[in-house]
């Protein structure tokens, strides 16, 4: 099929890339004329595991290209508006300004039978008021929304093998066409899920609220653990056996950030108060606070164990992206957590594999590097930050070389304490004795 791909972030270049993959011939559009450059000269312009290599073999066969003129939109059959909704300034809403721009400057250019398809994550009911646009505005196009479920990190494997499609439709020809474009996910059986709009958007904000209650479900329990003396850890693997549990995302630590979690559950909340149900989410507000006091109890622990102050202290923090496999320092906790430790006066010196580039951009008053060595060197303190195979792998006792004082706080419960102990580090973490 002949498909469009408007916005080219995360979603959308990864996106573009693997419609290409599959065989469909595709167009990205953004209006940022840099990283239309870079994708078009096959260079990613974040890392995704995955993506260079699709990347490169799709631009190749010419079936991938990219453009800054949403003109060049214009013969696609199917158009997939892939643009961010970032978190409003001054509000917990969604900012809608990209999405309505980007839909606004398809309208002139839509081919008599052309679907539009919304991937980005959305307040519900902003479908059905596209919807009633496009029927004044191009009453032979048609609307669809088919949320995204890619995590950063696999989003490669996620958007070509999919664990379920979700198709918010207005009528049978946009489910028509979108089983062409996803013909060889539903070949393989994937799971298709066929709705009315205002579903298809909720599913997608409800599955990002499930997933930000669960890990601040066991954050709370690791700070009750603290207090009792218990595991979080064990308590997470054993309630985890319960099939109805389930260990995934069960993982205490410093908490949840990145470009969707957070924002999206704060949206949910301002449109759920906007509809007069409030109350519903309430316990969001609990979530987000509950995640954001994780931060702080990592800040507080290190004050504590440097014996009440890190006035001047060497303080190696690993990790700044908000998750492993990725450069992404939106909202991250481990960037937080070391931009925290700096205005408390501590001598932080941060690094990570891929993300201290986008770190520097956003708080070039700490100091970094992107070598561990590095960063491990004369530490009074080293902080685990975010979980890096390479940070997992580390060996205590190679490490405890490096570093001034043989002292971690983990910040992701990683680690195995008794390993650490025995080569001489006093070890923390969060919820754990
Ligand atoms: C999330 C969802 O998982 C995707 O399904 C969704 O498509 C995406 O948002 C989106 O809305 O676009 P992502 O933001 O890539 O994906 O990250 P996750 O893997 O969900 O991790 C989010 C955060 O939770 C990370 O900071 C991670 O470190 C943290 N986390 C995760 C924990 O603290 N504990 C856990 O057990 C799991």
């Known amino acids: 099929m002949r498909i469009s791909v408007i916005g080219c972030g995360y979603l959308g270049a990864?996106?573009?890339?693997?419609?290409?993959?599959?065989?469909?011939?595709?167009?990205?559009?953004?209006?940022?004329?840099r990283k239309i450059a870079q994708l078009a000269a096959a260079r990613p312009p974040f890392f995704e595991p995955g993506l260079p290599e699709i990347l490169a073999s799709s631009t190749a066969t010419g079936r991938l290209r990219f453009s800054?003129?949403?003109?060049?939109?214009?013969?696609?059959?199917?158009?997939?508006?892939?643009?961010?909704?970032?978190?409003?300034?001054?509000?917990?809403?969604?900012?809608?300004?990209?999405?309505?721009?980007?839909?606004?400057?398809?309208?002139?250019?839509?081919?008599?039978?052309?679907l539009v398809v919304g991937k980005s994550t959305v307040?519900?009911?902003?479908?059905?008021?596209?919807?009633?646009?496009?029927?004044?505005a191009a009453p032979h196009a048609a609307l669809a929304w088919n949320p995204e479920f890619l995590r950063e990190g696999?989003?490669?494997?996620?958007t070509l093998e999919p664990d379920r499609l979700v198709y918010g439709v207005g009528d049978d020809r946009a489910q028509h066409v979108l089983d062409q474009v996803y013909r060889a996910a539903i070949e393989a059986g994937t799971p298709r899920i066929v709705t009315d709009y205002a579903t298809a958007e909720l599913v997608k904000v409800s599955a990002n609220a499930f997933l930000a209650t669960k890990i601040s479900f066991i954050n709370a329990m690791s700070e009750i653990a603290d207090a009792a003396g218990a595991d979080v850890t064990a308590l997470a693997d054993a309630i985890g056996h319960d099939a109805r549990i389930g260990r995934r995302f069960l993982n205490a630590g410093i908490g949840f950030g990145g470009g969707c979690l957070p924002k999206d559950i704060r949206a949910f909340t301002a449109r759920a108060e906007e509809l007069g149900r409030g109350e519903a989410v309430a316990f969001?507000?609990?979530?987000?606070?509950?995640?954001?006091?994780?931060?702080?109890?990592?800040?507080?622990?290190?004050?504590?164990?440097?014996?009440?102050?890190?006035?001047?202290?060497?303080?190696?923090?690993?990790?700044?992206?908000?998750?492993?496999?990725?450069?992404?320092?939106?909202?991250?906790?481990?960037?937080?957590?070391?931009?925290?430790?700096?205005?408390?006066?501590?001598?932080?010196?941060?690094?990570?594999?891929e993300a201290v580039g986008n770190a520097r951009a956003r708080h070039p008053q700490l100091a970094y590097t992107t070598s561990t060595e590095d960063a491990l060197r004369d530490a009074d303190l080293v902080v685990l930050a975010t979980e890096w195979r390479e940070y997992r792998a580390l060996d205590p006792v190679e490490a405890g070389r490096r570093v001034g004082v043989r002292?971690?706080?983990?910040?992701?419960?990683?680690?195995?304490?008794?390993?650490?102990?025995?080569?001489?580090?006093?070890?923390?973490s969060l919820g754990r004795p």
Not at 288 to 308: C, F, K, T, Y
């Open 284 to 353: 969001l507000r609990e979530v987000d606070a509950i995640n954001l006091r994780q931060r702080q109890r990592v800040v507080d622990l290190a004050v504590e164990l440097l014996g009440g102050s890190v006035h001047e202290r060497r303080i190696a923090v690993l990790g700044l992206s908000f998750k492993p496999e990725s450069d992404d320092v939106r909202d991250s906790p481990a960037l937080d957590v070391a931009v925290q430790l700096r205005g408390l006066g501590a001598d932080v010196l941060a690094t990570d594999p």
């Open 123 to 136: 307040p519900v009911g902003t479908a059905a008021r596209l919807a009633a646009r496009l029927a004044e």
């Open 68 to 114: 800054t003129d949403i003109a060049d939109a214009a013969d696609a059959e199917v158009h997939f508006i892939a643009v961010g909704t970032p978190q409003a300034p001054g509000s917990n809403a969604a900012d809608l300004t990209h999405v309505d721009a980007a839909f606004e400057a398809l309208l002139p250019h839509l081919a008599d039978g052309a």
């Open 14 to 33: 990864v996106h573009a890339s693997a419609m290409a993959a599959l065989g469909h011939t595709v167009v990205g559009i953004d209006v940022d004329e």
């Open 407 to 428: 002292r971690i706080l983990d910040g992701r419960n990683v680690l195995d304490p008794a390993a650490w102990r025995a080569a001489g580090w006093e070890v923390r």
């Open 154 to 158: 696999y989003a490669v494997k996620d």
